[in-house]
């Protein structure tokens, strides 16, 4: 029997409809695990035959892949809508603490997620491909931003992709790992401090107390 078409939506009812596939898809791999869900439950989560889901994604495996994108939409949209007030240098150090903050909160909400499809990312090509695409994809947002407020004359995307490392680093710290040895606020304050001696020519802006 020749497999249905999958069909990209162009109307919104249909954009939504396949987004809360998604949404469905991610809730319940992060709740049980993407080998202990099925495309049964997603459908039924989502409110839509399953019918509905297989005209939209052609497998579970699928459905992941587009959850997955969603994931890296959530964690990194309230960081780019900040970077956006950045006018000089001297209020960089108070947007960095927010970006930070709204990094970490983003991963605390999203735990679930993030070691569920973490984990499948070290066994899954496809999942691994995703990742590194997405974070590809944010590295050139934040170069492009970042040029464009001249705040780095040299090396702009290698300072970018260690910043951006970095704050991963320190939201992993706080979130999962959680060393006793460690000050969360004097981290931070480390992190600030090393973020602004990356992405600018003068590093010596007054750091936040």
């Known amino acids: 029997m020749e497999k249905q078409k999958i069909r990209e939506p162009r109307q919104q009812r249909s954009i939504e409809k396949k987004q809360k596939i998604a949404e469905a898809g991610l809730e319940l791999i992060c709740q049980k695990g993407y080998y202990h869900t099925n495309t049964a439950e997603?459908?039924?989560?989502?409110?839509?035959?399953?019918?509905?889901?297989y005209s939209y994604f052609r497998d579970k495996k699928d459905i992941l892949l587009a959850a997955l994108q969603l994931y890296s939409d959530q964690i990194t949209s309230p960081m780019f809508e900040t970077l956006k007030e950045i006018k000089t240098i001297e209020n960089l150090p108070e947007l960095l603490s927010r970006i930070i903050d709204s990094f970490a909160d983003s991963h605390r909400e999203t735990k679930s997620a993030h070691e569920e499809l973490g984990g499948l990312a070290h066994t899954d090509p496809d999942v691994y491909a995703l990742f590194l695409d997405a974070e590809n994809k944010i590295t050139a947002q934040l170069t492009d931003i970042i040029t464009s407020l001249s705040l780095v004359?040299?090396?702009?995307?290698?300072?970018?992709?260690?910043?951006?490392?970095?704050?991963?680093?320190?939201?992993?710290?706080?979130?999962?790992?959680?060393?006793?040895?460690?000050?969360?606020?004097?981290?931070?304050?480390?992190?600030?401090?090393?973020?602004?001696?990356?992405l600018s020519d003068h590093p010596t802006a007054p750091l936040l107390r």
């Open 153 to 198: 004359s040299t090396n702009i995307q290698e300072k970018v992709h260690m910043s951006y490392h970095l704050v991963e680093d320190y939201c992993h710290e706080i979130t999962f790992h959680k060393h006793d040895y460690l000050n969360a606020q004097a981290l931070k304050q480390e992190l600030i401090r090393t973020l602004l001696f990356l």
């Open 42 to 53: 997603i459908a039924k989560l989502a409110g839509v035959s399953t019918g509905i889901v």
